[in-house]
């Protein structure tokens, strides 16, 4: 048996009117998942805990069946795994995020792009390097990452320092968090070093010929200290690979002893190289039990409350990833199950995540006792679960039933 988990990052969302009061998933044409659900389960999946913010961190640990009460430190921890960072006693890790910010007259700072213009990774490890060569030292350094997205390792404990996600406050007012920062001196003067180096680097003042938005400052978060996590091969026996762009998915992978992909192109948005993600998946499901392919361009539209991108990664997803792999797993006539899912929600109306239970879908090869009958959505799966339908509390209960139940 052969175990199969594509996530569709921040896909669920609300009926939104510009949709016809549909949601993106109820809009978007997708074959491949309707066909799926209607002859697998649709089912509830709780992957947030109570008492966690929702984020994708807490969201795809659970869905791999770790339980975040057990497990979860922090965001940045698993992005410093991913970069083969090893976090010693006393370092903290913190997700840095290249962002565009203005600042009025008056002090007031609005987070304009989380991820700066999506800029790209060689522009942005320029930037970073030059931060490090600016402000690290024996006891800071700066790691670039993917695209916006990178890590700052820090000695040291900082107590009571409240941070917050970026994505969660686009077009914003973000002063009361940046002044959490400037409380503490340390990093008043490395923020506004920081911020210096950027608006003077030339990557910058290129984009801004270009009419791009500029990275024009750093944004920490998501701290904590180093993480350990048994093996899924220990837990259930299993070997697999994990295919995805970002760092945060890659340090689950290797925390949990998966095999991690690298696909080149794989960007963390619509451009990303869908086919590489799925033709990765599909050789390693040639030796390997186990693949899990995620995919982060839903969420970002999300963040960003662009409508019609969002559909557009949905139908990506469908036709570029969902599709082919599905279609090879028949061809190889093996038996398998496939589960389509979600992390979180990010509805558009609120351009952040939500902690609802997801609707997923579970698919086998050879059949399930309950087929629902209908197209993959929000209110299908509320509805199939209202039919005595799966309702489960947690993602390490889902996913030892999707493993163990096929064995």
């Known amino acids: 048996m052969k175990y199969i ?31 799926l659900a209607r002859l697998g389960e649709q089912l509830l999946v709780r992957t947030v805990p109570n008492g966690y913010t929702p984020g994708s961190d807490v969201a795809n640990m659970s869905l791999l069946g770790y339980e975040p009460e057990k497990y979860y430190s922090g965001r940045a921890p698993l992005e410093a795994a991913s970069m083969g960072v090893e976090l010693s006693d006393g370092e903290i890790a913190f997700r840095c ?20 213009g999506h800029i790209s990774t060689a522009e942005a490890s320029e930037l970073i390097g030059a931060i490090q060569e600016e402000c690290g030292s024996e006891h800071l350094h700066f790691y670039p990452g993917i695209s916006y997205r990178h890590l700052m390792v820090h000695q040291g404990e900082v107590h009571g320092l409240k941070t917050v996600p970026p994505h969660d406050y686009m077009d914003k007012d973000v002063t009361p968090y940046y002044n959490e920062y400037i409380q503490i001196d340390y990093f008043k003067t490395l923020l506004e070093k920081s911020s210096s180096i950027l608006e003077s680097h030339p990557v910058n003042k290129k984009r801004l010929e270009r009419g791009q938005k500029p990275a024009n400052a750093i944004w920490l978060w998501g701290a904590g200290p180093s993480v350990s996590m048994e093996s899924l091969h220990s837990l259930y026996g299993i070997t697999g690979t994990l295919v995805s762009a970002v760092d945060l998915l890659k340090g689950l992978g290797y925390l949990s002893g998966l095999t991690v992909a690298q696909v080149e192109g794989a960007t963390g948005y619509l451009d990303t190289n869908y086919e590489g993600k799925a033709n990765a998946a599909l050789e390693a499901l040639k030796e390997q039990d186990f693949a899990l392919v995620h995919v982060e361009a839903p969420d970002e539209a999300g963040h960003q409350g662009l409508v019609a991108e969002k559909v557009q990664a949905i139908e990506d997803f469908d036709a570029r990833i969902v599709a082919p792999i599905v279609e090879e797993m028949d061809r190889r006539a093996e038996p398998y199950r496939l589960v389509v899912t979600m992390d979180h929600f990010t509805p558009l109306s609120m351009r952040t995540h939500s902690d609802w239970p997801v609707p997923m879908i579970l698919f086998d090869s050879e059949g399930v006792e309950q087929p629902s009958g209908l197209s993959y959505s929000e209110s299908n799966a509320r509805e199939a679960v209202g039919k005595n339908g799966l309702n489960l509390a947690s993602g390490a209960e889902f996913f030892a039933r999707f493993i163990t139940k096929g064995k």
């Not at 949709?19 to 044409?29: G, Q």
């Open 97 to 116: 995020n290249l962002v565009t910010v203005d600042i009025a007259e008056s002090g007031t700072m609005i987070m304009r792009d989380f991820s700066a």
């Open 5 to 35: 988990l594509l996530v569709g990052d921040g896909m669920g969302d609300l009926p939104i009117p510009a949709l016809n009061d549909k949601t993106p998933l109820e809009a978007a044409r997708k074959p491949a998942m309707d066909r």
